[in-house]
């Protein structure tokens, strides 16, 4: 099944049941949280109005109120983006950096004419039955615990890229959505990139033939972090509920904010952090769902410092379709396939489709250019895109269960490079197969109190 037949399956269920509880014919009462779909369930008809689905409006009863987590870098620009969305409100700005919460809160509340609240622990958030959705923009260790416990608290949540930490922890993420019937999207907003979903069209209906294979790749120069040093924990950081599911480390000052991407602990490696953008573009294009089989080679070369995930890795992925994606990435030397940093490119029976910049350009099989497009890039279809699905009960385009398969790949990737073995894997699920060393890294150790449960 391709992801759209998923996403139509699942939209169709989610909307039955929806207009069964007659969840549609009040937007307002969906968004909120269990409490008010039973109360939605015993209102009387005449209190809830008619059964014809209105246009979107810009009346209060549309209105997406929010409260979002994690505002140093990513956090604070989709408070930005949000509230350009219109009829939104950024109702809670969150951060256990409180030089961080309350800089981003400042711009908040001088952007929509209302401060938000500021908090370091976002349960309050959770707490709060006027909120409607989470954004969750902390660190990776992050992403699929504070989904659930969202989703279990009746929020809807825009979860940045990847969707989990674990494997374990994104068939979790989907689980709580599914559950507590919650829109959940990931932020790969290539999804939602005009240019991207014409590229992705071609592909489908045969433009240039059967496509078998993508190559996607990761380019950078990026500094060295240095060797840590143990200090103080700093006055403006929650330390503790920095690292919340993760196992207590002791503090070192070359961690927050940002390179904890490069500690197994807290991130996943270049390949969960730019390469997931990539690799789901790949799976999209290919149609193809979970691996055959995952296999990893490369290194830590370039600089001696902290950095425990690899800064040159090469992973192939192969799918029981008879399609395969490789990722290359080298996070120290710029220089890319096709002149760019970042790339994606299908290599079809007819011809070839290379992404470029924010749409692609098509090529027959002597190399010669045929076709191209374009379109707008950033945050903006995405995030119009999830508020419709707040809005509308629809599915959106970077569905939990379409981002979970995504976010897989990466992390079997890591996996195998980890083990430094051939990752099989159960074509129907992606879970490995026979290699008892490589599923040790299925899951995770949590804190005390943190594991996560649907
Ligand atoms: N979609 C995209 O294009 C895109 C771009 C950049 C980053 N991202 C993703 O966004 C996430 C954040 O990236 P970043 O570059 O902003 O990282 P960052 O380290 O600069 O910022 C993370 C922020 O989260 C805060 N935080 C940590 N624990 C918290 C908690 N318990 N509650 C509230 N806040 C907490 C930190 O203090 C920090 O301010 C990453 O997962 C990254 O992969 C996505």
New binding site residues.
Partial sequence: MSDLTDKAESELSLAAEMRSRQQLKDRRLFLKSGVALTAAGAMTSSAIGDDSESEPTNSPGDRVVMGI???????SAIARGMMAAGNTEVAYV????TR?ASRVSQLVGEVQKKDPKVV?D?RRILDDNGVDVLVV????H??APATILGCAAGKHVYV???CSHTPEEGEMAVAAARKHKRIVQM???RRSWPGIVEAIQRIHQGDIGKVLYSRTWYNNRRPSIGIGKPTAIPDW?DWR??Q?PAPDRPYKDNV???N?HWHWDWGNGELG?NGV?GIDVARWGLDVHYPVRVTAGGGKYRHDDDQETPDTLMVTMDFPEGKSITWEGLSWSPLGPHDSGFGISFHGTEGSLVQQGTGYVMYDMRGKEIAKGNGAGGDKDHFADFLDGVRTGRLTNADIEIAHKSTLLCHLGNIAYRTGSVINTDPDNGHILGNPTANALWGREYAPGWKPEV
Avoid: I, S
């Avoid at 969150?94 to 950096?97: E, P, R």
């Avoid at 923009?137 to 990776?140: C, F, Y």
């Fill in positions: 987590m994690g505002v140093n870098g990513r956090g969150c951060d256990v950096d961080a370091g976002f923009a902390a660190p990776n992050w992403h940045e890229k990847p932020g790969t907003q950081l509920l920095w919340g927050v904010h940002y904890w952090n953008h």
